[in-house]
């Protein structure tokens, strides 16, 4: 786990509300308990700051693409030819056109950096992906990829803008509802996480606006945008990608 | 906001506290910057949706569940449209804010934009193109009353050939890394209220400042930060929303979905109070019924690793007309806890309507919004 902020408690501790009468007079000094108890529940919040970044159905039926006898490249017109060159069922960016026939994007999300405990920098939260498949008995292969990248559009994903990638398959014989996440093709327990390593770039912090203001002068925040992506491909058969999820997590 | 909004915590040992010892200055600035950034910087995707291919109505309307938290004066909102069979699809779309009874709030758009207004012509990308670019506006809600829940309504009128949208965002921009205007509503803690030598005073309930305004921040980043909203929306229309006319039909399935799988939503619990803490959050559903009989929806939570449990609610009838409700038919708040004892404190949600008995009349669905409703 990164290092957020040292915690007295592993819970937010409960205090009295603002407005209430409070122990302390005007004057007194605020002592190492109640200094404790405040540091605590800040850390104890930023623990639990997690957030859901993806909640949302999938497209439901999907086209099959039988790349054995056609690339599923075929007919799109504004990538370059060698992208495909990738069997499908490879484990590359670049094995499928990431077009609305094969994946779903999410974002921009803007990263909220924690602190890597080897360097103290600021240090991308882990991000769990999930998708919720039907499967048909008659589909004799199966790929699903899951992405961050910086890229928000399709044709330059594979321009070294990946943070994480992952790739899983089915093969022939499975129905059913799959819950397919980066590590597992039935992951009914704990969902595992894409990990963004090292850190995050310093000099793909972009400014965003946060207030217009005419008279005053614009407020801008810093932020790093980075996208969620969905991939997959059916061979064959009636197959329904029913839901995508994603969160931050610990 | 009144102090500098940082993009990671600062980092606090608790060795530098004495007992006996007052606090130092600096644990007041690492108060407000950790504050700062929760409130500041933490901000929510409000939602994330695609939308199912077979609902590709050329004019539909949309839902989106939002409630205003201080401080918050800008919403992202991106868009991408469904091309049709036509080389050239477009089509325009107008987003507005309205309160749950449909009474418009006032909202403007980001250097006068007309992209989102209605008036600009927007075009859908078309299908022999991998590239697919996101149409994006930002919304200032500054004018909106904070803690009141407003229906962002999406109409996207096809001009030629569109099918609607493939899918659309709305996230909350963070605050200003360093803004000197403070807005009536400015949340977080004055940092020069911790400057050395600066008495960090009680204040009272009418004066919130010094401990009672660290408290009360306390209870707003706890409650509000961030907001968590797990939602989807559908086309608003008794032919692409989601019905129900069986027992035991399911409305995310029944139609159009149809895969005869109940989709499945992971989502980490969050666990401030330990492990045998739940987290808390408020249904909202809009929704239509066709007779004056009462539909039951329910809500499946299940921890990873654990056993399932139903939310079951019973719906006020809304006889022919579409209502936005987070109560029941009895009138009580529909609440959902969503367990953090799961391995990783993660659970998966689902949604069915219930059918008791055969009178239980037809129901559609065009949102279902889990709020978080920490307090």
């Not at chain 2, 109409?155 to 009536?184: M, N, R, Y």
């Not at chain 2, 921890?303 to 038919?329: E, I, R």
Request: glycine letters at 8%.
């Amino acid at each position: 786990m990164s290092v957020i902020q040292e915690r007295g408690y592993s819970k937010y501790i409960k205090h009295p509300p603002a407005g209430s009468a409070t122990p302390l007079a005007n004057g007194d000094t605020i002592d190492s308990g109640i200094a404790t108890v405040i540091d605590s529940n800040i850390g104890t919040m930023q623990t639990e700051s997690c957030r859901q970044l993806v909640f949302s159905l999938g497209p439901g039926i999907v086209t099959a693409l039988d790349y054995t006898n056609g690339s599923p490249f075929a007919g799109i017109a504004d990538l370059a030819p060698t992208d495909a060159g990738h069997a499908p069922s490879q484990s590359v960016v670049g094995a499928i056109p990431w077009d609305r026939r094969t994946a779903r994007r999410f974002g921009p999300f803007y990263a909220v950096a924690d602190r890597d405990p080897g360097t103290g920098g600021p240090c991308m939260r882990k991000v769990v992906m999930e998708m919720n498949v039907t499967m048909d008995v008659a589909c004799t292969h199966s790929d699903f990829y899951f992405l961050l990248t910086t890229a928000e559009s399709a044709r330059d994903i594979a321009d070294g803008n990946v943070l994480s990638f992952a790739h899983q398959s089915l093969g022939a014989g499975v129905s059913g509802q799959k819950f397919i996440t980066p590590a597992s093709t039935n992951q009914t327990g704990a969902g595992d996480a894409l990990t963004v390593t090292p850190t995050i770039d310093a000099s793909l912090y972009t400014p965003t606006f946060s207030r217009l203001d005419t008279t005053n002068g614009n407020a801008e925040s810093l932020v790093f945008p980075y996208w969620v992506w969905f991939g997959y491909l059916f061979q064959s058969g009636s197959n329904y990608v029913d839901s995508f999820c994603a969160f931050e997590t610990r | 906001m009144l102090c500098p909004v940082p993009q990671t915590p600062p980092s606090t040992r608790l060795a530098r506290l004495v007992v006996n010892n007052p606090v130092s200055a600096q644990h007041g600035r690492e108060w407000a910057g950790g504050l700062a950034h929760l409130i500041g910087y933490c901000t929510t995707p409000v939602t994330e949706q695609t939308i199912i291919d077979s609902a590709s109505s050329a004019s539909p309307t949309f839902y989106v569940a939002y409630t205003k938290r201080p401080g918050i004066n800008l919403l992202r909102i991106g868009v991408e449209a469904r091309a049709g069979a036509a080389t050239a699809s477009r089509g325009r779309l107008a987003v507005t804010a309205q309160t749950s009874l449909g009474v418009a709030a006032t909202t403007s758009w980001l250097f006068g934009r007309h992209d989102m207004d209605g008036t600009g012509t927007l075009s859908a990308t078309s299908t022999v193109l991998a590239d697919r670019p996101v149409i994006t506006c930002y919304l200032d809600i500054s004018a909106l009353t904070n803690g009141t829940v407003y229906d962002l309504k999406f109409v996207w009128t096809d001009t030629a050939g569109s099918k609607g949208l493939l899918s659309f965002c709305v996230h909350e921009q963070p605050l200003g890394s360093s803004d000197p205007i403070a807005s009536s509503d400015e949340p977080g803690i004055d940092i020069n209220w911790t400057r050395a030598r600066q008495g960090l005073y009680d204040g009272t309930s009418t004066t919130p400042r010094g401990l009672q305004r660290v408290l009360g921040q306390l209870a707003v980043a706890r409650a509000q930060c961030p907001r968590q909203g797990l939602q989807l929306s559908t086309i608003e229309d008794t032919t692409y929303a989601w019905h129900v006319t069986a027992i035991n039909a399911t409305p995310t399935t029944a139609v159009p979905f149809g895969t005869g799988s109940t989709p499945k939503f992971r989502v980490r619990a969050r666990g401030l109070y330990g492990t045998a803490s739940t987290n808390p959050y408020l249904l909202r559903l809009r929704y239509q019924t066709s007779t004056t009989n009462h539909p039951v929806f329910r809500v499946a939570v299940t921890p990873v690793g654990g056993a399932v449990t139903n939310y079951d609610f019973t719906l006020a009838s809304s006889s022919g007309v579409w209502v936005a409700k987070t109560t029941d038919n009895a009138s009580a708040n529909m609440v959902v806890s969503l367990p953090t004892t799961g391995t990783n404190q993660e659970c998966w949600v689902q949604f069915y309507a219930v059918a008791a008995t055969s009178s239980t009349p037809t129901a559609w669905v065009s949102q279902i919004a889990l709020t978080e409703l920490e307090t």
